[in-house]
């Protein structure tokens, strides 16, 4: 009886070891599958932001060869740099929101007891801005040309405005 409990005892964890070992590798190979599948769809789901914010940027001087052109076979002597010019300009439109009666290129007067200020600034090219302007009860767009004059001052000129309904 005792040698019968021993083959037992034998066969039970020679079972056991069999049923552990398949498991595990079964579970290993299940963990690599898996980790393949996410970091297959991740890359994709990456490509798929890459191309987007690539279609987003399209109309920006920082995608827009020919408008950086422009600036270096400018008639000024001085190279503009587009790295340097965005944020240039940009501050230069954004400063005029410190006027008492708002900025004066929202192409909006003040219609109640706030002015209008440009918000978020987008330079499209060598030559037109696109612009978010509220009073916080209103909001807009603005299409704005722009100028870089010889003493490197901007000048802005209203294309085009437009407020929405409340």
């Given at each position: 009886?005792?040698?019968?409990?021993?083959?037992?005892?034998?066969?039970?964890s020679l079972v056991f070891?069999?049923?552990?070992?398949?498991?595990?590798?079964?579970?290993?190979?299940?963990?690599?599958?898996?980790?393949?599948?996410?970091?297959?769809?991740?890359?994709?789901?990456?490509?798929?932001?890459?191309?987007?914010?690539?279609?987003?940027?399209?109309?920006?001087?920082?995608?827009?060869?020919?408008?950086?052109?422009?600036?270096?076979?400018?008639?000024s002597d001085k190279i503009?740099?587009?790295?340097?010019?965005?944020?240039?300009?940009?501050?230069?439109?954004?400063?005029?929101?410190?006027?008492?009666?708002?900025?004066?290129?929202?192409?909006?007067?003040?219609?109640?007891?706030?002015?209008?200020?440009?918000?978020?600034?987008?330079?499209?090219?060598?030559?037109?801005?696109?612009?978010?302007?509220?009073?916080?009860?209103?909001?807009?767009?603005?299409?704005?040309?722009?100028?870089?004059?010889?003493?490197?001052?901007?000048?802005?000129?209203?294309?085009?405005?437009?407020?929405?309904?409340?």
């Amino acid at each position: 009886m005792k040698n019968s409990l021993l083959l037992y005892a034998l066969i039970l964890s020679l079972v056991f070891n069999v049923y552990t070992y398949m498991f595990l590798s079964k579970e290993v190979t299940f963990e690599q599958e898996k980790y393949k599948k996410t970091t297959t769809r991740l890359k994709d789901s990456l490509q798929s932001v890459s191309n987007k914010l690539s279609d987003a940027n399209y109309f920006s001087l920082e995608k827009n060869e020919n408008a950086q052109n422009y600036f270096e076979s400018a008639k000024s002597d001085k190279i503009r740099n587009h790295t340097t010019l965005v944020p240039y300009v940009t501050a230069q439109l954004l400063d005029l929101n410190a006027n008492p009666k708002g900025n004066p290129y929202t192409g909006q007067e003040q219609l109640g007891a706030n002015k209008f200020v440009i918000n978020k600034v987008k330079v499209l090219n060598h030559r037109w801005i696109i612009a978010d302007y509220s009073d916080g009860e209103y909001w807009g767009e603005v299409l704005l040309k722009y100028f870089i004059n010889e003493d490197e001052s901007v000048s802005f000129e209203v294309n085009q405005s437009f407020i929405y309904q409340k």
